[in-house]
């Protein structure tokens, strides 16, 4: 079971950058990929990007190429560098396992919002 601790976000303007972190805990944590994941009021949690253990990355279209996943699995740290932030970005960003059937419960998540 992993444990997760988002931080870093933030009230930003258009255009701005944030960086979230995620402390993890738990053995599976290296051996999994793990996701960004957001929630605007009224909508449905949607997975925003993902990085397997050695590294590879997908991320949703609204947030290619403003959005940088990382990870060290040394720190079981997993990180979402976010750039050129809009105003649709605004949501709860929260982290976890990709897999569901690895999934801890979610947690607080950390509450992004991006001002016009």
């Known amino acids: 079971q992993v444990q997760l601790v988002e931080s870093g976000g933030g009230l930003v303007q258009a255009g701005g950058s944030l960086r979230l972190s995620c402390a993890a805990s738990?053995?599976?944590?290296?051996?999994?990929?793990m996701g960004w994941y957001r929630q605007a009021p009224g909508k449905q949690r949607e997975l925003v990007a993902a990085?397997?253990?050695?590294?590879?990355?997908n991320y949703a279209d609204s947030v290619k190429g403003r959005f940088t996943i990382s990870r060290d699995n040394a720190k079981n740290t997993l990180y979402l560098q976010m750039n050129s932030l809009k105003p649709v970005d605004t949501g709860v960003y929260y982290c976890?396992?990709?897999?569901?059937?690895?999934?801890?419960?979610w947690g607080q998540g950390t509450q992004v919002t991006v001002s016009s």
């Open positions: 990085i397997t253990p050695g590294g590879s990355t």
């Open positions: 738990g053995s599976i944590f290296k051996i999994n990929a």
């Open positions: 976890n396992v990709y897999n569901s059937y690895y999934r801890a419960g």
